[in-house]
């Protein structure tokens, strides 16, 4: 049986940055969306651990919003379960629905911060 970790990830401190000029085309949603229904999980190329972790290991940098994702992380939530003994991150949506995260790119290379 799982249980629920009730601990949100969410950003400590805000990343400054200049806003983004780039423009997301309803196509470039559609690919990033493409065969979601029927793949059960989510691949982090890069953009969910460089909001979670940061991206500069020295400085805390974690919030960070990756401008050339087409996905906005900070506007969703992430949850971890342990699921067999195994900490498990999952991507929590606007409508709820909960996305479990296949993996994460931890740019900032501190690992050790998620794992069990």
Request: hydrophobic share 35%.
């Given at each position: ?44 190329a890069a ?17 960070f919003i ?51």
């Open positions: 049986m799982s249980r629920l970790i009730s601990r949100r990830m969410t950003a400590s401190k805000a990343v400054e940055m200049k806003p983004s000029r780039r423009f997301f085309s309803p196509d470039e949603i559609r690919f990033v969306c493409k065969n979601s229904d029927t793949f059960p999980f989510i691949f982090d953009a969910m651990g460089q909001y979670l972790g940061g991206v500069d290991n020295p400085r805390d940098t974690r919030g990756n401008e050339s994702c087409a996905i906005r992380y900070d506007l969703h939530q992430f949850e971890w379960e342990i699921i067999d003994g195994i900490k498990k991150p999952f991507l929590v949506m606007k409508n709820g629905q909960r996305k479990p995260i296949f993996n994460l790119h931890i740019h900032c290379k501190k690992v050790a911060s998620f794992m069990g």
